[in-house]
């Protein structure tokens, strides 16, 4: 599955476009790897994703197409959040 869908679908970032814009600025990351909206994400994968200053650590679970509000967690579960240090 497409990264941008994931993220749409778990609900981590409510637009597909905004998934988009937010991997294009390389703030997303798949097992270490940067990642562009494009990419596919597989059952096991851990992402980083950086929201503002706050550092999102999660594996994912479970890829389906459509998914029930309530329950959208149960496609990743958060490792770790951090604050995000200064990358520049």
Excluded: C, P, W
Aim: net charge positive.
């Amino acid at each position: 599955m497409r990264l941008d869908k994931f993220l749409k679908i778990s609900r981590l970032i409510k637009r597909r476009t905004m998934a988009k814009e937010v991997a294009d600025q390389g703030r997303i990351t798949i097992n270490g790897n940067k990642a562009k909206a494009s990419s596919t994400v597989t059952s096991g994968d851990e992402l980083i994703i950086r929201f503002g200053q706050k550092l999102v650590t999660l594996k994912v679970n479970d890829l389906r197409e459509h998914v029930k509000k309530d329950e959208a967690q149960t496609l990743y579960t958060v490792l770790k959040e951090e604050k995000a240090g200064e990358e520049k």
